[in-house]
């Protein structure tokens, strides 16, 4: 017997036995097809899988039970017959292949749970089902129903979960901001401000193909969409990465907001949704929900902080190699000249516009942060930084690599008060900071 590997109430499968291109000799041996339909009897094939030569044998390697684990359709429950299953008959009277229909006991089983979305980082359920994943730069969690917001708990849990990770949570404007005084009203008790996520209002118009009309829904996989498209022709740090992303046709905003509205919106940490650009309007930076009390006055600005993930993944992911090599001075000036090409074309690329050629970024690699404790206990660090929005100040981290894994933390080393000093001599001068946990 075959059973939906995700039986729910709108699942509609239907499978199919064939002989076809099996020798009169292979009594063991049929074709089997599987497909996912848009309703029962519909034509509109939305998934297909096809299986030949499977057989009975349960010591053959097209066993069916075996082949079918990797299904993404079904699986064989129970135990598998001796004899192989009938071809299915042609019953269609215009000559179509017949099918059996999976029956309509599928369950869409309770309501999701703030705990649901959690999950469990021992368990690697939930939220932490992303520790397989290597990287990520978005994280959407869309709403637990039509008419119930995310939690307060898995907001919390999804904003330190994305600030480990290093990427950008969005946050979906609660379905009762119906209106742009409304979300400014309630923004301003917002308690939960974070450089690491973002939000967009309102939410979007668009047509609900189960309800057969148009219907509100959270904006934030369009809006993730959007930014990702951007990105395919504009830079991460490109103001117009963020709020001048126009969404795809047949979005529509679900209330307007004027240009007052907007600025004053921005200034609370929330962006506006756009579906038509408007060229010659003066256009906010999009902002994260960092609010005026941030840490570092850039994290407030997306495009700062997307260029900020970009660059400390790229080297944290990129130097990893340096584990596989002796912890040896060659090693690291190969390491640092990797980091400075890394560095060097993000700022030929206008990444650093608003410091002048040669303040813009540092790279250390040497004996200085790879001290003889570090090397002992088989750690190798990378101390770099690139330029923060004040002039004479940077963004600072030191990437560690060890067997246990590799870690990238701020830190912050004292480059400012330097007048008429370059970031060279600075850097011979500088009081480099301890690594925590090496």
């Known amino acids: 017997m075959l059973q939906a590997l995700s ?8 499978a199919a036995v064939d002989y076809d291109g099996i020798g009169d000799n292979e009594e063991d041996r049929f074709n089997l097809v599987l497909q996912r339909v848009r309703t029962p009897g519909s034509e509109h094939i939305e998934d297909q899988e096809i299986y030949r030569r499977l057989t009975v044998l349960p010591d053959a390697a097209r066993h069916v039970a075996t ?65 397989a994943i290597e990287t ?22 999804a904003n330190r979960y994305c600030r480990k990770r290093l990427a950008l949570l969005f946050v979906d404007p609660p379905v009762a901001w119906d209106a742009a005084g409304r979300a400014l009203a309630e923004m301003r008790n917002w308690a939960m401000p974070s450089d690491t996520a973002c939000m967009y209002f309102p939410r979007l118009l668009a047509y609900d193909k189960l309800r057969g009309h148009f219907e509100a829904f959270a904006p934030c996989g369009a809006v993730a969409g959007a930014l990702s498209r951007a990105a395919d ?62 840490g570092a006055a850039d994290w407030r600005m997306l495009p700062a902080r997307r260029l900020a993930f970009l660059i400390i993944n790229s080297i944290e ?84 690599h060890r067997a246990g894994g590799s870690r990238a933390q701020a830190v912050s080393p004292n480059l400012t008060g330097l007048p008429g000093t370059s970031i060279t001599q600075a850097l011979e001068e500088l009081e480099l900071p301890a690594v925590r946990g090496a």
Do not use: K
Request: glycine share 10%.
């Open 7 to 14: 039986p729910g109430t709108r699942e509609f499968l239907r």
């Open 67 to 131: 082949t079918l684990a990797n299904s993404q359709l079904a699986r064989v429950i129970g135990a598998v017959p001796s004899l192989r299953p009938d071809s299915t008959p042609r019953g269609d009277p215009r000559g179509l292949a017949g099918y059996a229909m999976s029956n309509p006991d599928g369950d869409d089983g309770g309501a999701l749970t703030d705990y649901d979305l959690i999950g469990s980082a021992a368990d690697g359920t939930g939220l932490f089902a992303l520790d």
């Open 136 to 157: 990520f730069n978005f994280l959407c969690i869309p709403p637990l129903a039509r008419d119930t917001d995310v939690g307060a708990s898995t907001l919390l849990v």
């Open 233 to 294: 022709s504009m830079p991460v740090w490109s103001a117009a990465t963020g709020e001048d992303t126009a969404l795809r046709p047949g979005l529509r905003p679900m209330c307007a907001v004027d240009d007052n509205y907007r600025a004053r919106l921005v200034a609370c940490g929330v962006n506006t949704v756009q579906t038509v650009r408007r060229p010659g309007r003066e256009v906010p930076i999009a902002c994260t929900m960092a609010g005026p009390g941030a």
């Open 317 to 400: 992911r990129g130097t990893r190699w340096m584990l596989f090599e002796p912890n040896e001075p060659p090693t690291w000036r190969r390491a640092a000249a990797q980091v400075r090409a890394f560095l060097g074309s993000l700022e030929e690329r206008g990444a650093f516009a608003h410091r002048e050629p040669g303040d813009r970024w540092f790279v250390l690699c040497n004996e200085r942060v790879n001290r003889e404790s570090h090397r002992e206990r088989g750690i190798v660090n990378i101390l770099f930084g690139f330029t923060a929005a004040r002039s004479g100040e940077f963004h600072a981290y030191m990437v560690s």
